[in-house]
């Protein structure tokens, strides 16, 4: 009993532990911005995210304007847009951008 809980903490630990090498390479490879654009008499919000890094990104993008999150995949080297809201009264938003790599 004792070996398999020992066994289960250091399972856990290590996967953890990989986590958290992904969560940092995204962390220093990730950047992201938000971008308002005028038109229709009304604002649509951008969130831009530039991928550095070799691997691919799955990122959840999300805004304070609209919570709802959106999956999107960032190859290496690129960087996309994402529209996160058309015709919005709001000038001003607060975008959210959690991404892991993949191996």
């Given at each position: 009993?004792?070996?398999?809980?020992?066994?289960?903490?250091?399972?856990?630990?290590?996967?953890?532990?990989?986590?958290?090498?992904?969560?940092a390479a995204a962390n220093t490879c990730i950047r992201f911005w938000g971008e308002t654009r005028y038109?229709?008499?009304?604002?649509?919000?951008?969130?831009?995210?530039?991928?550095?890094?070799?691997?691919?990104?799955?990122c959840s993008v999300s805004t304070d304007v609209n919570p709802e999150p959106q999956q999107v995949a960032?190859?290496?080297?690129?960087?996309?847009?994402?529209?996160?809201?058309?015709?919005?009264?709001?000038?001003?938003?607060?975008?959210?951008?959690?991404?892991?790599?993949?191996?």
């Amino acid at each position: 009993m004792r070996f398999a809980f020992t066994f289960l903490a250091l399972a856990l630990l290590l996967a953890s532990t990989r986590t958290a090498t992904a969560d940092a390479a995204a962390n220093t490879c990730i950047r992201f911005w938000g971008e308002t654009r005028y038109g229709a008499l009304a604002y649509n919000h951008i969130v831009h995210v530039a991928n550095s890094c070799e691997a691919t990104a799955d990122c959840s993008v999300s805004t304070d304007v609209n919570p709802e999150p959106q999956q999107v995949a960032v190859e290496g080297g690129t960087s996309i847009e994402v529209v996160t809201f058309m015709g919005s009264p709001a000038r001003t938003f607060k975008p959210s951008v959690k991404c892991t790599m993949r191996k």
